[in-house]
């Protein structure tokens, strides 16, 4: 069982920077850690994951404005945003171990204002 913590979302303006991060209760060394997004009205989709090895994997719309890092010693995931738009505006939740059948976070507000 693992329990994650998102924190560090909120309202931010067009073309500013937030950084979330995701606090695991045990240690992720060994999973592929996501960060998702939901908007209302929308699917939840992938934002960007890493894998152990550090390799990365981003969605085509946040590609070149945000990085996913990661620090096994803190068991803690970050997401670094920057040039926000309003259309990132949604919840952003921490998963360990991919979409189907691994653990999520209870998610993290950002809202991004025009």
């Known amino acids: 069982q693992v329990n994650l913590v998102e924190s560090g979302g909120g309202l931010v303006q067009a073309g500013g920077s937030l950084r979330l991060s995701c606090a695991a209760s045990?240690?992720?060394?060994?999973?592929?850690m996501g960060w998702y997004r939901q908007a209302p009205g929308k699917q939840r989709e992938l934002v960007a994951s890493?894998?152990?090895?550090?390799?990365?994997n981003y969605g085509d719309s946040v590609k070149g404005r945000f990085t996913i890092s990661r620090d096994n010693a803190k068991n803690t995931v970050y997401l670094q945003m920057n040039s926000l738009k309003p259309e990132d505006t949604a919840v952003y939740y921490c998963?360990?171990?991919?979409?189907?059948?691994?653990?999520w976070g209870q998610g993290t507000q950002v809202t991004v204002s025009s």
């Open positions: 998963n360990a171990g991919g979409n189907a059948g691994g653990y």
């Open positions: 045990a240690s992720i060394r060994f999973y592929v």
């Open positions: 890493i894998t152990s090895s550090i390799s990365t």
